[in-house]
């Protein structure tokens, strides 16, 4: 089964094909230009590599959130679409747990996603029986809060672009208790979503191209400041 | 040739199939207006979010409506600007995925371009050149249409657009949004000739609009009339507010044609559905000699034929977008 996946949750642009057990191609890309005008070039460039065309591909993934709202709906137009010209299935995959998927070890793996105001997009998954359990389910958590729910660990795995701006308050308040992820497994790897979309799909949990919508975790502003002056109101 | 169109540049998610650039085999408009209504104007991170969870279904549906399926379509034409930024990339986003995934070229179309060539479906007959006046509650514009991808801008508004001083007069008056439609229908019982609002010319054979002072006098007379405890006839300030826009509008259209020779006046955009402008554009063109075209209702508003028609005629004139095409939120017409 081939499966391609891509991730534009964050600056980073990736996208992977694999076969069944297989990585064929990766490709990522942290530059300036917009997700807009290289992700469909960058999937060209890596199915023409592979002398593939796209409705060779059995399975979409894509990461669905959370993350930048703009890159999320790009990501998702891309995916849905192909998924609709070849009725093809699709599945979406957690942002956050794609990066915890990156540090397969016994510990506790704490992703975390620039939410800006000092907020990060995080989850706390631990590994059973060779799968990823969530113990905190996504959210959006000021770091301060974060660090507080983290000192009930003895060692925390964390990775993702938040751990760059915030990587000395967290070393400062958790000390020898947090370990930082190499670089090079510090952002979402569209291997790790055609591989998380694969094992949804054989568990049967697939999205559809006509409903699947980006998992935001927050209201857009103008909803929430209606919503409070709704309760002033009443 | 059948192209498939997709416009997402504000609140309306769109998808059309268009053959040969004029005769319309589905024409699908989602509209958000009730979404955004309890906003009281588009909130764009909502208009977004809304263009991704429909625009599959919309394609299906403008699929289905012209009895065709994706294997069909020889070409894919998008809005690519002005409009809202998050909105316009999911439109383009979906384009440059299908164009793709189908290996048929794609058109990234200007949206204002797009309100001219809804003209193009309706009047079977029209060609260019022509003048053509757009006027939209984002833009305002006097064009000499030289052909069909070729536009010389000759006149624009310095401020507001004609339809955004409808929309924020309508507001002041205390009207549902979008207020344009309910200005228009009010100034047909109201007296024009009540209240004189002023007419804004700029400088001498200028082409040029100016509407936030006509809004500001309009916003006085309101404030005046409560401080002095007076009646205001909503009815009467609307007709007399509408006039003042349309004399402009209409001075400035004609004074174009008969500069250019031009025997022909083209209107387009939102306001383009506004009765008081097309009956005071019919009755001076009888007089004048000059033919008067405009779309019917459901093609002045945003939607993806126009779209369509706009990028076969791109097509046409030899030119591709790739798959590197970005939007443009700021796009202009030169
Ligand atoms: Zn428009």
Known sequence: ?234 | MLTLAIETSCDETACAVIKDGREVLSNIISSQIDVHRKFGGVVPEIASRKHIEAINNIIQEALDEANCTFKDLDLIGVTQGPGLVGALLVGISTAKALAYGLDIPLIGVNHIEGHICANYIEHKDLEPPFTCLVVSGGHTYLLNVKSYVDYELVGRTRDDAAGEAFDKVARALGLPYPGGPHIDRLAKIGDKDSIPFPRVYLEDGSYDFSFSGLKTAVLNYLNQMKQKGEEIIVEDVAASFQQAVLDVLVDKAFRLARETSSKKIVIAGGVAANEGLRNMLESRGEEEGIRIYYPSRILCTDNAAMIGSAAYYHYINGERSDLSLNVEPNLGLN
Request: aromatic content about 8%; hydrophobic content about 40%; charged content about 25%.
């Open chain 1, 1 to 234: 089964m081939k499966v391609l996946g891509l991730d534009t949750s964050t600056m980073m642009a990736t996208c992977a094909v694999i076969n069944d057990e297989r990585l064929l191609g990766e490709f990522s890309l942290n530059q300036d230009m917009t997700h807009s005008e290289r992700l469909v070039p960058m999937i060209k460039e890596i199915l023409d590599n592979l002398n593939m065309k796209v409705e060779d591909i059995d399975l979409y993934g894509v990461a669905i959130g959370p993350g930048s709202f703009t890159g999320l709906r790009i990501g998702a137009a891309t995916i849905k679409a192909f998924a609709h010209l070849f009725d093809k299935p699709m599945v979406g995959v957690s942002s956050l747990e794609a990066l915890a998927y990156n540090l397969p070890f016994n510990e506790i793996v704490v992703p975390m996603i620039d939410a800006r105001r000092n907020r990060v997009y995080t989850g706390i998954y631990t590994w059973e029986d060779r799968e990823l359990k969530e113990l905190l389910a996504p959210c959006v958590l000021p770091i301060d809060e974060l660090i507080i729910r983290l000192k009930d660990f003895d060692s925390v795995v964390v990775n993702g672009n938040g751990t760059l701006i915030y990587r000395e308050i967290l070393e400062e308040r958790l000390g020898k208790q947090v370990s930082f992820a190499p670089l090079g497994l510090n952002s979402c790897k569209a291997s790790s979503i055609c591989e998380l979309a694969r094992i949804k799909y054989e568990k049967g949990q697939l999205d559809d191209y006509f409903t699947l919508a980006p998992e935001y975790l927050r209201e857009s502003q103008a909803q929430r400041q209606l919503r409070e002056k709704e309760k002033e109101t009443s």
